[in-house]
Protein backbone atom coordinates (compact mmCIF):
# COMPACT_ATOMS: atom_id res chain seq x y z
CA UNK A 1 0.00 0.00 0.00
CA UNK A 2 1.38 3.66 -0.94
CA UNK A 3 1.64 6.25 1.81
CA UNK A 4 -1.09 7.89 0.00
CA UNK A 5 -3.75 5.36 -0.13
CA UNK A 6 -2.16 4.33 3.76
CA UNK A 7 -3.09 7.75 4.57
CA UNK A 8 -6.25 7.79 3.31
CA UNK A 9 -6.93 4.58 5.13
CA UNK A 10 -6.38 6.16 8.02
CA UNK A 11 -8.61 8.80 7.17
CA UNK A 12 -11.38 6.84 6.61
CA UNK A 13 -10.94 4.40 9.60
CA UNK A 14 -10.95 8.06 11.99
CA UNK A 15 -14.57 9.37 10.10
CA UNK A 16 -15.89 5.99 10.64
CA UNK A 17 -15.43 5.71 14.49
CA UNK A 18 -12.20 2.66 14.01
CA UNK A 19 -9.12 2.29 15.26
CA UNK A 20 -6.97 5.05 13.58
CA UNK A 21 -3.52 6.42 14.01
CA UNK A 22 -3.71 9.58 11.90
CA UNK A 23 -3.04 11.92 15.13
CA UNK A 24 0.79 11.08 14.15
CA UNK A 25 0.58 12.51 10.58
CA UNK A 26 -1.05 15.89 11.53
CA UNK A 27 1.09 18.86 12.31
CA UNK A 28 -0.03 20.96 15.79
CA UNK A 29 -0.97 24.44 14.12
CA UNK A 30 -3.87 26.94 15.47
CA UNK A 31 -5.27 26.74 18.67
CA UNK A 32 -7.25 23.56 18.79
CA UNK A 33 -5.18 20.25 19.35
CA UNK A 34 -4.78 17.74 16.96
CA UNK A 35 -7.85 15.57 18.73
CA UNK A 36 -10.60 18.56 18.56
CA UNK A 37 -9.70 19.06 14.95
CA UNK A 38 -10.06 15.64 13.61
CA UNK A 39 -13.65 15.21 15.51
CA UNK A 40 -14.26 18.53 13.87
CA UNK A 41 -14.27 16.04 10.57
CA UNK A 42 -15.56 13.20 12.65
CA UNK A 43 -18.86 15.46 13.32
CA UNK A 44 -18.84 16.45 9.89
CA UNK A 45 -18.98 13.43 8.11
CA UNK A 46 -21.83 12.18 10.27
CA UNK A 47 -24.07 15.09 9.35
CA UNK A 48 -23.20 14.51 5.77
CA UNK A 49 -24.62 10.97 6.06
CA UNK A 50 -27.53 11.87 8.61
CA UNK A 51 -29.04 14.37 5.60
CA UNK A 52 -28.36 11.68 2.92
CA UNK A 53 -30.41 9.30 5.39
CA UNK A 54 -33.10 12.35 6.13
CA UNK A 55 -33.14 13.86 2.54
CA UNK A 56 -34.13 10.13 1.03
CA UNK A 57 -36.31 9.34 3.35
CA UNK A 58 -37.57 12.63 4.61
CA UNK A 59 -41.21 11.21 5.85
CA UNK A 60 -39.46 7.80 7.50
CA UNK A 61 -37.82 10.56 9.58
CA UNK A 62 -41.18 12.25 10.57
CA UNK A 63 -42.97 9.07 11.04
CA UNK A 64 -39.81 8.19 13.82
CA UNK A 65 -39.78 11.57 15.18
CA UNK A 66 -36.15 13.43 16.33
CA UNK A 67 -35.28 10.70 19.12
CA UNK A 68 -35.49 7.76 17.46
CA UNK A 69 -34.47 8.95 14.00
CA UNK A 70 -31.19 9.63 15.92
CA UNK A 71 -31.05 6.82 17.28
CA UNK A 72 -31.79 4.84 13.65
CA UNK A 73 -29.20 6.79 11.85
CA UNK A 74 -26.20 6.35 14.57
CA UNK A 75 -27.19 2.32 14.33
CA UNK A 76 -27.33 2.08 10.82
CA UNK A 77 -24.07 4.25 10.46
CA UNK A 78 -21.99 1.24 13.10
CA UNK A 79 -23.16 -1.58 11.20
CA UNK A 80 -23.19 0.05 7.29
CA UNK A 81 -20.36 2.84 7.19
CA UNK A 82 -20.56 4.46 3.69
CA UNK A 83 -18.28 1.90 1.28
CA UNK A 84 -19.50 3.74 -2.17
CA UNK A 85 -18.73 6.58 -3.73
CA UNK A 86 -22.15 7.54 -4.74
CA UNK A 87 -24.38 8.81 -1.90
CA UNK A 88 -27.30 7.90 -3.80
CA UNK A 89 -27.30 4.21 -2.59
CA UNK A 90 -25.19 4.13 1.21
CA UNK A 91 -29.13 3.69 2.46
CA UNK A 92 -29.98 1.07 0.42
CA UNK A 93 -29.27 -1.30 3.39
CA UNK A 94 -32.12 0.46 5.30
CA UNK A 95 -35.33 -1.54 5.19
CA UNK A 96 -33.17 -4.38 6.52
CA UNK A 97 -31.56 -2.63 9.04
CA UNK A 98 -34.87 -1.36 10.21
CA UNK A 99 -36.68 -5.22 9.98
CA UNK A 100 -33.75 -6.52 11.60
CA UNK A 101 -33.29 -4.65 14.72
CA UNK A 102 -35.10 -3.53 17.97
CA UNK A 103 -36.64 -1.57 18.72
CA UNK A 104 -37.55 -0.78 15.18
CA UNK A 105 -38.35 -4.57 13.80
CA UNK A 106 -40.69 -4.28 16.55
CA UNK A 107 -43.23 -2.09 14.25
CA UNK A 108 -42.90 -3.66 10.73
CA UNK A 109 -44.23 -1.11 9.22
CA UNK A 110 -40.83 1.26 9.60
CA UNK A 111 -39.08 -1.07 7.31
CA UNK A 112 -41.85 -0.97 4.72
CA UNK A 113 -42.03 2.69 4.42
CA UNK A 114 -37.87 3.14 4.00
CA UNK A 115 -38.68 0.51 0.96
CA UNK A 116 -41.04 2.56 -0.47
CA UNK A 117 -39.10 5.15 0.13
CA UNK A 118 -35.93 3.44 -1.66
CA UNK A 119 -38.28 1.91 -4.65
CA UNK A 120 -39.27 5.32 -5.23
CA UNK A 121 -35.18 6.44 -5.69
CA UNK A 122 -34.51 3.69 -7.76
CA UNK A 123 -37.57 4.21 -10.19
CA UNK A 124 -36.31 7.86 -10.49
CA UNK A 125 -32.63 6.66 -11.35
CA UNK A 126 -33.69 3.87 -13.73
CA UNK A 127 -32.72 3.97 -17.45
CA UNK A 128 -34.86 5.41 -20.29
CA UNK A 129 -36.50 2.60 -22.77
CA UNK A 130 -37.99 3.14 -26.35
CA UNK A 131 -41.72 2.33 -24.87
CA UNK A 132 -43.74 -0.20 -26.83
CA UNK A 133 -46.23 1.01 -29.43
CA UNK A 134 -49.71 -0.22 -29.98
CA UNK A 135 -49.10 -0.90 -33.44
CA UNK A 136 -46.26 -2.99 -32.92
CA UNK A 137 -48.53 -5.32 -31.32
CA UNK A 138 -50.71 -5.17 -34.28
CA UNK A 139 -48.69 -6.62 -36.63
CA UNK A 140 -47.51 -9.54 -34.51
CA UNK A 141 -49.31 -12.47 -36.60
CA UNK A 142 -51.46 -14.95 -34.61
CA UNK A 143 -49.90 -17.95 -34.45
CA UNK A 144 -46.60 -15.84 -32.63
CA UNK A 145 -48.69 -14.77 -29.89
CA UNK A 146 -48.44 -17.71 -27.24
CA UNK A 147 -44.38 -16.71 -27.37
CA UNK A 148 -44.66 -13.56 -27.04
CA UNK A 149 -42.34 -12.10 -24.25
CA UNK A 150 -43.70 -8.93 -23.05
CA UNK A 151 -40.96 -6.70 -21.58
CA UNK A 152 -41.33 -4.03 -18.64
CA UNK A 153 -39.91 -0.66 -18.17
CA UNK A 154 -36.68 -0.56 -16.28
CA UNK A 155 -38.43 1.77 -13.74
CA UNK A 156 -41.40 -0.88 -13.04
CA UNK A 157 -41.22 -2.28 -9.38
CA UNK A 158 -43.61 -4.58 -7.66
CA UNK A 159 -43.85 -4.87 -3.72
CA UNK A 160 -46.43 -6.39 -1.67
CA UNK A 161 -47.14 -4.47 2.14
CA UNK A 162 -48.72 -6.54 4.84
CA UNK A 163 -48.78 -2.90 6.75
CA UNK A 164 -50.44 0.51 5.47
CA UNK A 165 -47.01 1.72 4.81
CA UNK A 166 -47.61 3.73 1.74
CA UNK A 167 -51.10 4.87 2.82
CA UNK A 168 -49.25 6.42 5.93
CA UNK A 169 -46.48 7.78 3.78
CA UNK A 170 -49.01 9.28 1.85
CA UNK A 171 -50.75 10.91 5.14
CA UNK A 172 -47.79 12.16 6.84
CA UNK A 173 -46.72 14.02 3.08
CA UNK A 174 -49.87 15.47 3.03
CA UNK A 175 -49.32 16.64 6.62
CA UNK A 176 -52.39 14.43 8.09
CA UNK A 177 -52.69 11.75 10.90
CA UNK A 178 -51.27 8.31 9.52
CA UNK A 179 -53.82 5.21 9.44
CA UNK A 180 -53.21 2.35 12.02
CA UNK A 181 -50.09 0.46 10.39
CA UNK A 182 -51.48 -3.32 10.56
CA UNK A 183 -53.74 -4.62 7.42
CA UNK A 184 -55.23 -8.25 7.29
CA UNK A 185 -54.61 -8.70 4.00
CA UNK A 186 -51.32 -7.59 1.79
CA UNK A 187 -51.28 -4.65 -0.69
CA UNK A 188 -50.35 -4.99 -3.68
CA UNK A 189 -48.27 -1.43 -5.15
CA UNK A 190 -46.60 -0.83 -8.65
CA UNK A 191 -43.91 1.98 -8.28
CA UNK A 192 -43.11 3.23 -12.03
CA UNK A 193 -42.33 6.50 -14.26
CA UNK A 194 -45.58 6.79 -16.94
CA UNK A 195 -45.21 7.62 -19.86
CA UNK A 196 -44.31 11.54 -19.08
CA UNK A 197 -41.42 9.79 -17.67
CA UNK A 198 -42.88 11.08 -13.90
CA UNK A 199 -42.60 8.93 -11.11
CA UNK A 200 -45.81 7.14 -9.90
CA UNK A 201 -47.18 4.70 -7.51
CA UNK A 202 -50.32 2.82 -8.07
CA UNK A 203 -52.28 0.01 -5.83
CA UNK A 204 -53.26 -3.24 -7.96
CA UNK A 205 -55.35 -6.42 -7.40
CA UNK A 206 -53.53 -9.82 -6.57
CA UNK A 207 -53.98 -10.85 -10.17
CA UNK A 208 -52.52 -8.11 -11.82
CA UNK A 209 -49.54 -7.91 -9.51
CA UNK A 210 -49.34 -11.90 -9.97
CA UNK A 211 -49.35 -11.15 -14.39
CA UNK A 212 -46.95 -8.29 -13.94
CA UNK A 213 -44.61 -10.42 -11.69
CA UNK A 214 -45.11 -13.10 -13.94
CA UNK A 215 -43.66 -10.76 -16.78
CA UNK A 216 -40.42 -9.96 -14.79
CA UNK A 217 -40.11 -13.44 -15.54
CA UNK A 218 -39.95 -13.31 -19.22
CA UNK A 219 -43.29 -15.70 -18.94
CA UNK A 220 -44.56 -15.99 -22.63
CA UNK A 221 -48.13 -15.05 -22.95
CA UNK A 222 -49.49 -18.30 -23.61
CA UNK A 223 -48.60 -19.31 -19.97
CA UNK A 224 -49.87 -15.85 -18.56
CA UNK A 225 -53.45 -16.83 -20.17
CA UNK A 226 -52.90 -20.22 -18.23
CA UNK A 227 -51.89 -18.49 -15.10
CA UNK A 228 -55.81 -17.44 -15.05
CA UNK A 229 -57.58 -20.51 -15.90
CA UNK A 230 -58.74 -20.29 -12.15
CA UNK A 231 -60.07 -16.96 -12.22
CA UNK A 232 -61.62 -16.68 -15.53
CA UNK A 233 -63.55 -18.45 -18.06
CA UNK A 234 -61.07 -19.66 -20.87
CA UNK A 235 -63.25 -17.84 -23.45
CA UNK A 236 -62.71 -14.17 -21.55
CA UNK A 237 -58.80 -15.04 -21.02
CA UNK A 238 -56.91 -13.12 -24.26
CA UNK A 239 -59.74 -10.40 -24.19
CA UNK A 240 -59.24 -9.76 -20.37
CA UNK A 241 -55.17 -10.22 -21.18
CA UNK A 242 -55.42 -7.45 -23.87
CA UNK A 243 -56.95 -4.81 -22.21
CA UNK A 244 -54.51 -5.23 -18.84
CA UNK A 245 -51.95 -4.94 -22.09
CA UNK A 246 -53.45 -2.31 -23.33
CA UNK A 247 -53.36 -0.52 -19.98
CA UNK A 248 -49.67 -1.11 -19.14
CA UNK A 249 -49.22 0.63 -22.59
CA UNK A 250 -51.30 4.02 -22.00
CA UNK A 251 -49.37 3.67 -18.62
CA UNK A 252 -46.17 3.26 -19.92
CA UNK A 253 -45.26 0.21 -18.61
CA UNK A 254 -43.86 -2.02 -21.64
CA UNK A 255 -41.29 -1.48 -23.62
CA UNK A 256 -40.06 -2.05 -27.35
CA UNK A 257 -37.61 -5.11 -27.95
Known amino acids: MSDLAKLQQQFMNLL ?3 SSDISEQIAQQGQLNTQQRLSIY ?21 YLGDDLFEMMVDGYLALYPSTHTSLRIFAEKLPDYLAANTPFSDYPILADIAK ?3 LLLSTFDASDKTLLDVSELESIEPQQWPNLLLKLHPSVQLVAFNTLAVESWQAIKQKQTPPEPRVSEPRFWVVARDAQRRTQYLSVDAQEYRLLSLLKQNTPFAQLCQSCLNELPGEQIAGFLITKINQWLERGWLISE
Request: no cysteine.
Open 16 to 18: QGE
Open 42 to 62: QSAYKIRLRAVIEQDHEQLGI
Open 116 to 118: FER
